[in-house]
């Protein structure tokens, strides 16, 4: 057996679904999720319900987490036309402002210019700021980033006409960095035929041209694989209604394993994509003593019953994949063994980020 030891991942994009989604997921099970996928800290969304954006919301979450993180958390406030007000007082304890220019799960919309551009004057510069934005929206934001001339990072890219203009961004010098997914790389909309439901998630899955574009721009214009862990039951999948999203924390490591296994990716872009440049873009605090152990020799089929999420299942179920997480170590100590269920990290061991001191 080969040992590879790698830094503690970063995934900047994921749902952790507290308060009021805790049937999906919760911060011990979906931070448990995180560590068996390799992630040592996780960013959390905060379309929520109530959604994190006053900072009484926050503060309500933030005090939930502490009790029942297994690995570091960081919370996203959440823009609203509502409660610009409230903005720079949510600030100090988030790691960032998301913006939603475009539709997806839960309420948050920011759907006029009045109000992004309260967002960045209000908001301040030295906190991130995050858009999903789809399609022309993107452009919006990249002319936000020109104007106000301070970062904006890209959610979830997945269409070759907005990865090549967040090229030409770059290019031009603008202050954007952009996200994919490991969905929008394995999958298309082919697989979204044959998943039903369980292949919906926002941005949908698309055509096999704009997943050649991903992989073309992993080399250079990409800056983070991020999961989007977005769980919902397979219940609430089953229904009229189904809400879009899928989980990922526990299959985007093996995911991309395999990538580097077929010679699409190095393992020095994977470590790039998933820890250094999470961690650079968002300003995140380092983890002393903190690695991942994995096997990349280890051959196995993802399957729904091993996992740690709460939803319990994911789009992956039945794929073959190359490498396996071994064990994770968080400051010094063993958060988790693949061998041994009792090594996982208590709930409250994991850390705020920002602290309560705001770094
Ligand atoms: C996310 C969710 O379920 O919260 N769903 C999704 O399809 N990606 C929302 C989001 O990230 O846009
Ligand atoms: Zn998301």
Redesign the pocket.
Known sequence: MTTLRLPGLVDV?T?LRVPGGEHKEDFATGTAAALSGGFTCVLA?P?TSPPLVTRTALQGARQLAQASIRCDVGLFGGASPEHIDDLAALAEHAVGLKI?LND???PLRVEDLPTLQACFDRWPRTKPIAM?AEGQSVAVGIGLAAAYHRPVHF??ISRRDEIELIASAKQAGLPVTCEVTPHHLFLTEADAHRLGPLGD??PRLARQDDQDALWQHLANTVDCIAT?H?P?TLAEKASDNP???VAGLETSLPLMLTAVRQGRLTMARLVELMAVNPRRVFGLPDQADTFVEIDPDARYEIANHALHTKCGWTPFAGMQVWGRVQRVVLRGAVAYDSDDPDQMAQPGSGRLVPGNDGR
């Open positions: 994009h749902h969304m379309n939603y997806t799960f839960g999903h959610c979830h998630m926002r989007d977005a919902h809400p879009p999203g």
